[in-house]
Structure formats: structure tokens, C-alpha cells
């Protein structure tokens, strides 16, 4: 297993995270633990997890319920040691974590010390703010992205107020680093710039949605990642699993995300199975397994850390496992970005 720097923090990484947003709905405590076992085994040294998980669909019953069953697994193998562990503070307006209220400095300390205590853990690792206050152009929202109504000032004033909070918790001993999710690359500079005049945590990684499917990091955030270190975290690597080919031809196998989201979040189009029969017809010219070409190409990214993935059962953590093996070819490149060509951003 490849392992990568994780932003400035000083820490490696597994060129794979694992990612648990189906724990405790699709995937249940016995096997989530049985992840994490197979995981740990393969090399992964990485998990992501958030206070909303798990998902599909979020509900204010079980919110929290992912990081209780990694806590669990915790407490039962005095192990918390061999992970680095990411989890997210919910951020405005989902009414299923707090009311939907946004991040601040009230929130913050609540939210870190919720974590910690499901986590049975002293402290996170990298702690995320998972969509901006002011709204973000990710989740199919770039169609329409209209940033003009925004109050700068306000804008500057939270980050003000939620760095100083985060300094308390790093001061405490309850997070060590700090990273952003669903961030732009202005508001990325703003964290940046603020930390650094301030002497406040910095920014060490964005998750942002990344894959053969979605390639809106490419450009202005490929180049801050490159020049600022702040590495990105693909979550959704597989595109929502359209890259492995299930879906296609109608299908919809029992107990995958579209059998629970018909329109799987906006993703699903005709132009998306078009570009993923493109990706296929790569994979099988060059002798590759669909699902471990698309996790492989995610995960070397110049600008990435860990590509964070995630399966429902044993046998399809298994099967994506084997990413680590692929060995990508300047052919198999110059066949992907000729596709990434002809088919731009499906969804």
C-alpha cells in the first residue's frame, strides 16, 4: 500500500481511506468491524467518518451511529492507535444534526466533544467543516452556482470566529489538524490566509467530490493543492458506483445507493452511461478491473492524499482493495483524458 503525505501535518497515509457513511444503515456493526479488520490487514491506515453518517438515507435517529460503531471496534481491540481518523462537522442546514445550524463557535466545541465521545477516542485526528456556511457549487449545484449574493464580510467574520474555536480545541487536545470538505478555491485561500495572519490551525486537505465522472478540482484547486500543500480527498471515486458498471443497462442490483435514491443525488443521466461505457471499454483494453482502474486513477492524483472509498459488503472492500496492485500506464492515461474529452462532466 502506497502511503502519501497528509497536507503539511507531518503524517502518512494510506493511498486509500476508508470511508464509512454506509455503517450502521446498509452496512451493519458486525461487518462494518469486519472492514475495518480486512482494511487494516491490506495497508489502509485511514478512515474517514462525520457526525451526520451514515447516509442513504440521513436520519435524525441514527445520525452519529458510523462513528459510535468505529468507536465500538475501538473499545473492543485497544487498537485506536493504528488509525489516523477524519470525521466532519455538519454544517448549515441539514435539519436532522442540531436544527440545521451552522458552523461557529458555539457549535464547534459541542460538535468535536459529540464526536469524541461516540469515537471513544481522546482525540481527532483531522477534524472537517463539511460544506461551507455560504452554500457550495458541489453536489450538482455548478449548473447554476451564483455566488453573487454573498457578504464577504460575514463570510470572513465566521471564518474568524470558527478558527479562533478550532485553536481552543487544538489547544485542548481534542483535534490535531483541520481540513475543509465541499470548498471552493476561494474560500479555500480565505481559511488560509486568516490561519496564517491569525497563527490558526492552517488548512491541510480538502473532500471534494473527485473521479473519472467529476473533474471540477482539475484546475484552480489542482493548483492551490499543488502550491499551498493542501491535498485534496476524493470522496465519491467511483462516481456514487456508476464506474463499476452495475447500473448499466438499466439494472439497479437490490440494496445499491439507486435502489434507496432512484436519482442518485442528481448524478444520473443518459450522459452518464455513455461516459461510463466509455471507462469501461478503457478498462477492458487494457486489462483492468473497472473498479480498481477508477480508484487507482483517483488515489495518484499529483494533488491527492487518499482517495476515500467506501463498500457495503466484505467482499466488495475486498474486490476494491485491490486498487493498490493496478499500475497505471501512460497509454491507459492518454486513453482516460480522451475520454474525460469526450464525454465532460456527465453529471
Given at each position: 500500500m502506497r502511503m502519501r503525505?497528509?497536507?503539511?501535518?507531518?503524517?502518512?497515509?494510506?493511498?486509500?481511506?476508508?470511508?464509512?457513511?454506509?455503517?450502521?444503515?446498509?452496512?451493519?456493526?458486525?461487518?462494518?468491524?469486519?472492514?475495518?479488520?480486512?482494511?487494516?490487514?491490506?495497508?489502509?491506515?485511514?478512515?474517514?467518518t462525520a457526525e451526520m453518517y451514515p447516509v442513504n438515507p440521513v436520519r435524525a435517529e441514527t445520525v452519529g451511529r458510523s462513528e459510535e460503531i468505529i468507536g465500538d471496534w475501538f473499545a473492543k481491540t485497544g487498537r485506536r492507535g493504528e488509525w489516523i481518523v477524519a470525521t466532519k462537522h455538519s454544517g448549515e442546514g441539514l435539519k436532522a444534526v442540531r436544527d440545521g445550524a451552522p458552523i461557529s463557535s458555539k457549535t464547534i466545541p459541542e460538535t468535536v466533544e459529540g464526536s469524541l465521545r461516540r469515537l471513544r477516542t481522546d482525540v481527532i485526528d483531522l477534524y472537517q467543516f463539511h460544506w461551507p456556511n455560504r452554500g457550495s457549487y458541489m453536489f450538482r449545484q455548478n449548473w447554476r452556482y451564483d455566488p453573487s449574493g454573498q457578504d464577504r464580510a460575514e463570510t470572513i467574520?465566521?471564518?474568524?470566529?470558527?478558527?479562533?474555536?478550532?485553536?481552543?480545541?487544538?489547544?485542548k487536545g481534542n483535534i490535531r489538524f483541520f481540513g475543509l470538505s465541499n470548498e471552493s478555491a476561494w474560500g479555500t485561500c480565505q481559511w488560509l490566509r486568516l490561519a496564517e495572519e491569525r497563527g490558526r490551525p492552517r488548512v491541510q486537505t480538502i473532500q471534494n467530490e473527485y473521479s473519472l465522472l467529476c473533474r471540477l478540482y482539475d484546475t484552480d484547486l489542482a493548483?492551490?493543492?499543488?502550491?499551498?500543500?493542501?491535498?485534496?480527498?476524493?470522496?465519491?471515486?467511483?462516481?456514487?458506483?456508476?464506474?463499476?458498471?452495475?447500473?448499466?443497462?438499466?439494472?439497479?442490483?437490490?440494496?445499491?445507493?439507486?435502489?434507496?435514491?432512484?436519482?442518485?443525488?442528481?448524478?444520473?443521466?443518459?450522459?452518464?452511461?455513455?461516459?461510463?461505457?466509455?471507462?469501461?471499454?478503457?478498462?477492458?483494453?487494457?486489462?483492468l478491473d473497472p473498479v480498481q482502474m477508477a480508484l487507482a486513477w483517483a488515489a495518484r492524483r499529483p494533488f491527492v492524499a487518499s482517495a476515500i472509498f467506501g463498500a457495503t459488503t466484505l467482499a466488495q472492500l475486498e474486490h476494491a482493495l485491490g486498487a493498490?496492485?493496478?499500475?497505471?500506464?501512460?497509454?491507459?492515461?492518454?486513453?482516460?483524458?480522451?475520454?474525460?474529452?469526450?464525454?465532460?462532466?456527465?453529471?
Open positions: 503525505p497528509l497536507g503539511r501535518t507531518g503524517l502518512e497515509v494510506s493511498e486509500l481511506c476508508l470511508g464509512t457513511m454506509t455503517f450502521g444503515t446498509q452496512t451493519p456493526p458486525e461487518d462494518a468491524h469486519a472492514q475495518m479488520e480486512r482494511a487494516r490487514k491490506a495497508g489502509v491506515n485511514f478512515l474517514d467574520a465566521h471564518m474568524e470566529d470558527a478558527l479562533e474555536a478550532l485553536e481552543r480545541q487544538v489547544e493548483e492551490l493543492s499543488a502550491n499551498e500543500d493542501v491535498h485534496l480527498l476524493p470522496f465519491s471515486p467511483l462516481g456514487a458506483g456508476f464506474l463499476t458498471g452495475k447500473y448499466q443497462g438499466g439494472a439497479v442490483p437490490e440494496g445499491s445507493r439507486m435502489s434507496l435514491n432512484a436519482g442518485m443525488g442528481g448524478r444520473k443521466s443518459p450522459r452518464v452511461f455513455e461516459a461510463v461505457a466509455a471507462y469501461l471499454e478503457i478498462a477492458s483494453r487494457f486489462g493498490a496492485e493496478v499500475t497505471l500506464s501512460d497509454e491507459l492515461l492518454e486513453a482516460i483524458d480522451e475520454a474525460h474529452r469526450d464525454h465532460p462532466m456527465p453529471y
